[in-house]
């Protein structure tokens, strides 16, 4: 198994921690962002990241808090908080991005992002902040924007993959972001997943129990298959998997 790296990095006088999983073994790759749910940067994130690096690609769980071990009330301050401030949650998405770009072994004009339910959101909101990524995959994505008019910024391709019975992702905000997407003409994807509900990717979530939310292998399955093809289109070859 690929080994995780801790790395600290400032915003400001705030420390934050992310993690990296390099795929590259020796030559320079393209590089990932991934971005963690609401309850933070549990395993969930780190092992999605260990999962792009078996594939070739540097991969960096971002950290959007800047807060170790965060409770489930604390964290969904932290969303609640993030959600209503856009430019916060950006400047802190990018910055995980722009440390990844800028390591030695990351070809920084190839790099993607992708993101979990809060994290999807957040890697829309990166795309919408005209940074330099090909591609961005929103998994059961918070697809809320308050400002649709700055998907014109988006330079890269954009795929969400949600559930279509997810209680969180409805029809209404499915509809807005169709909309949004078209009107700045953007290259895009929604995939949904008759009969998965919301956070149908984490293993772990059948154990909080909340309605509506449960894990589903095949939605898994196919969403991340989804998203290594749009990665072959706009990524290029990367080194072939390990044995």
């Not at 400032?10 to 921690?17: A, E, M, Y």
Request: some cysteine; hydrophobic content about 45%; aromatic content about 8%.
């Amino acid at each position: 198994m690929i080994e995780l790296q801790a790395i600290d990095y400032r915003i400001g006088d705030q420390v934050f921690t992310g993690w990296l999983a390099d795929g590259s073994r020796g030559q320079r790759a393209p590089g990932v962002l991934v971005a963690h749910e609401g309850p933070g940067l549990t395993e969930h994130p780190r092992q999605r990241a260990r999962m792009l690096a078996e594939l070739g690609y540097v991969a960096f769980a971002v950290d959007l808090y800047g807060e170790k071990d965060s409770a489930l009330d604390r964290a969904k301050e932290l969303v609640r908080r993030l959600r209503a401030d856009r430019d916060t949650l950006r400047q802190r998405v990018r910055a995980g991005h722009d440390l990844l770009a800028a390591l030695p072994q990351v070809d920084a004009e190839r790099t993607a992002a992708i993101g979990f339910c809060f994290g999807g959101m957040a890697v829309l909101e990166l795309a919408r902040s005209g940074a330099p990524v090909r591609a961005v995959v929103g998994f059961h994505a918070d697809l809320t924007n308050p400002t649709p008019q700055n998907a014109a910024a988006v330079r890269g391709k954009v795929l969400v993959c949600l559930g279509a019975d997810d209680p969180i992702i409805d029809a209404g905000q499915r509809r807005a972001f169709v909309d949004e997407m078209i009107a700045a003409k953007l290259d895009w994807q929604m995939v949904l997943y008759g009969g998965a509900g919301h956070s149908f990717t984490n293993r772990d979530i059948d154990a909080w129990k909340f309605p509506g939310f449960a894990y589903h292998a095949d939605a898994d399955r196919r969403s991340w298959q989804a998203m290594r093809l749009l990665f072959d289109e706009v990524l290029g070859p990367v080194l072939p998997p390990r044995a």
